[in-house]
């Protein structure tokens, strides 16, 4: 009765304390110990790097990604026709199965302007979009040839929706990206279905896993061969293993038909990049490539309930952030039913492409900037490594400060202003390797209206002090 109030994790610490007490070793060494042999039993575990994959083998084709900085995401489905959460909904028995899949009979695309929507990514600055093209509902904005759901067969869209969306991205130079469920708790021979049950275990009927198998890797070779992705962007591999989903197979399978094909992080090891969710990394993840998939509200699909949308500042301080650490950003929409964009989601996207247009030469095909420690603020350095960018964070005015810069600066100019400012360096000793502190004053009237970027130059590559101050 005494944990009545506690949540599971606050019961599960309690319990892993009283164990550790009861075999007297300290509970630090004792979690420790749990930790490494629950990675040693799950290396499938999420979070773990694309241990499959060299980077060598994959940089040349990477470039594009690395430079490329932020995507669209796009959720669109059946679930918009309520606007309740995509998939989840029934399997978390908010909605009862029968329920969820009425849907199909209102999703129309009605309004539905591939074109339009192509034409405002491009404004929002993305050079790369994905669409889901199936979700875990199983519901498939193709036609496919598999006698599975479909919009084309058992909606009122009555049509490709995919098709024309690629072709307008093509026409805008924008990269296709596919998004595609693994898992599929609609497919009769696929074992998950809600979550408090089951269809069957994969061990007492194997031949009924073999055919799903065989079934969604022949939707991944029917969206490989129609419409090319270049980038695959895979979801739901956390319910089974690699082996289980034959995972070298579908990688292979993919780059056969397209070598430059990129593939995300969800495909138990055998991606190309991590794809953190939501959150926004405390430090920057060790795989070489990265990218942010984040909601322009709390929710990925169409949700009128839901209306805490970020603001643009909030976005673009967002975007700055993981692009001073190396990483993508992914920004979610979430269009109705009928193919319109809420107007929130439309402003978010043109302000910030507003600010991306000004700011591009910071933010594209740029390096991740100083360490942590030397500004107080996003920051990323061109390909040279000759030009640091200084991205003022709260749209900060007066003096800020870098420390520990070993190079002199050559001009210091606020990018889009065409305004030069004068450097203060401040404590620098002759006698003395340390360089002094670098101040800049930023004049109140040279504020965006989001984030200013300072653009310096320097008079070779960076170099920095990472000393302890004092002679060394």
């Given at each position: 009765?005494?944990?009545?109030?506690?949540?599971?994790k606050?019961?599960?610490?309690?319990?892993l304390?009283?164990?550790?007490?009861?075999?007297?070793?300290?509970?630090?060494?004792?979690?420790?110990?749990?930790?490494?042999?629950?990675?040693?039993?799950?290396?499938?575990?999420?979070?773990?790097?694309?241990?499959?994959?060299?980077?060598?083998?994959?940089?040349?084709?990477?470039?594009?990604?690395?430079?490329?900085?932020?995507?669209?995401?796009?959720?669109?489905?059946?679930?918009?026709?309520?606007?309740?959460?995509e998939?989840?909904?029934?399997?978390?028995?908010?909605?009862?199965?029968?329920?969820?899949?009425?849907?199909?009979?209102?999703?129309?695309?009605?309004?539905?302007?591939?074109?339009?929507?192509?034409?405002?990514?491009?404004?929002?600055?993305?050079?790369?979009?994905?669409?889901?093209?199936?979700?875990?509902?199983?519901?498939?904005?193709?036609?496919?040839?598999?006698?599975?759901?479909?919009?084309?067969d058992?909606?009122?869209?009555?049509?490709?929706?995919l098709?024309?969306?690629?072709?307008?991205?093509?026409?805008?130079?924008?990269?296709?990206?596919?998004?595609?469920?693994?898992?599929?708790?609609?497919?009769?021979?696929?074992?998950?279905?809600?979550?408090?049950?089951?269809?069957?275990k994969?061990?007492?009927?194997?031949?009924r896993?073999?055919?799903?198998?065989?079934?969604?890797?022949?939707?991944?070779?029917?969206?490989?061969l129609?419409?090319?992705?270049?980038?695959?962007?895979?979801?739901?591999?956390?319910?089974?293993?690699?082996?289980?989903?034959?995972?070298?197979?579908?990688?292979?399978?993919?780059l056969?038909?397209?070598?430059?094909?990129?593939?995300?992080?969800?495909?138990?090891?055998?991606?190309?990049?991590?794809?953190?969710?939501?959150?926004?990394?405390?430090?920057?993840?060790?795989?070489?490539?990265?990218?942010?998939?984040?909601?322009?509200?709390?929710?990925?699909?169409?949700?009128?309930?839901?209306?805490?949308?970020?603001?643009?500042?909030?976005?673009?301080?967002?975007?700055?952030?993981?692009?001073?650490?190396?990483?993508?950003?992914?920004?979610?929409?979430?269009?109705?039913?009928?193919?319109?964009?809420?107007?929130?989601?439309?402003?978010i996207?043109?302000?910030?492409?507003?600010?991306?247009?000004?700011?591009?030469?910071?933010?594209?095909?740029?390096?991740?900037?100083?360490?942590?420690?030397?500004?107080?603020?996003?920051?990323?350095?061109?390909?040279?490594?000759?030009?640091?960018?200084?991205?003022?964070?709260?749209?900060?005015?007066?003096?800020?400060?870098?420390?520990?810069?070993?190079?002199?600066?050559?001009?210091?100019?606020?990018?889009g202003?065409?305004?030069?400012?004068k450097?203060?360096?401040?404590?620098?000793?002759?006698?003395?390797?340390?360089?002094?502190?670098?101040?800049?004053?930023?004049?109140?009237?040279?504020?965006?209206?989001?984030?200013?970027?300072?653009?310096?130059?320097?008079?070779?590559?960076?170099?920095?002090?990472?000393?302890?101050?004092?002679?060394?």
């Open positions: 009765m005494f944990m009545e109030g506690f949540t599971g606050m019961k599960f610490n309690l319990l304390k009283q164990v550790a007490f009861l075999m007297n070793v300290p509970y630090i060494s004792f979690i420790m110990k749990k930790l490494i042999l629950i990675c040693l039993i799950f290396p499938w575990l999420p979070g773990r790097a694309q241990q499959k994959v060299s980077s060598d083998s994959i940089r040349e084709k990477m470039q594009w990604f690395a430079d490329a900085k932020l995507g669209i995401f796009i959720h669109w489905g059946i679930y918009s026709v309520n606007g309740i959460d998939s989840w909904s029934f399997y978390n028995k908010k909605i009862s199965y029968p329920g969820y899949m009425k849907q199909l009979n209102g999703f129309t695309a009605s309004r539905y302007n591939p074109e339009a929507w192509a034409a405002l990514i491009k404004e929002s600055g993305a050079r790369y979009a994905v669409i889901t093209n199936k979700h875990h509902d199983g519901v498939a904005l193709w036609p496919t040839k598999q006698n599975h759901f479909n919009v084309a058992n909606t009122p869209a009555k049509r490709d929706l098709k024309p969306f690629y072709a307008a991205l093509d026409k805008l130079d924008i990269k296709r990206g596919a998004y595609f469920s693994l898992i599929d708790w609609s497919h009769p021979d696929y074992p998950g279905f809600l979550k408090d049950s089951n269809r069957y994969i061990a007492d009927d194997p031949a896993w073999e055919r799903f198998r065989h079934f969604f890797q022949a939707q991944i070779n029917e969206i490989n129609a419409y090319k992705p270049d980038l695959w962007w895979f979801d739901g591999d956390w319910e089974h293993s690699a082996e289980e989903w034959q995972a070298a197979k579908v990688r292979a399978s993919i056969k038909i397209n070598p430059a094909a990129i593939i995300n992080g969800r495909l138990q090891g055998y991606g190309d990049y991590e794809t953190p969710e939501q959150n926004f990394p405390v430090s920057r993840p060790k795989f070489n490539w990265w990218e942010l998939c984040m909601t322009t509200n709390n929710n990925w699909g169409y949700h009128p309930d839901d209306t805490n949308y970020k603001t643009p500042f909030e976005v673009i301080s967002i975007f700055a952030d993981v692009v001073s650490n190396g990483g993508n950003l992914l920004l979610d929409i979430g269009p109705r039913e009928d193919g319109s964009i809420p107007a929130e989601q439309v402003h996207l043109k302000e910030l492409g507003k600010w991306n247009r000004k700011h591009a030469e910071a933010v594209f095909g740029s390096l991740p900037g100083l360490p942590p420690g030397h500004f107080y603020g996003p920051s990323t350095l061109s390909k040279d490594s000759t030009v640091l960018y200084l991205f003022l964070p709260n749209r900060s005015a007066g003096n800020i400060m870098i420390k520990g810069l070993s190079n002199e600066i050559r001009d210091v100019e606020v990018v202003a065409s305004q030069h400012l450097p203060k360096i401040v404590g620098k000793i002759s006698w003395s390797p340390v360089p002094g502190l670098v101040f800049i004053d930023i004049p109140e009237k040279l504020k965006d209206q989001y984030m200013t970027v300072l653009k310096v130059k320097l008079d070779g590559k960076l170099k920095l002090y990472r000393g302890h101050g004092g002679l060394n």
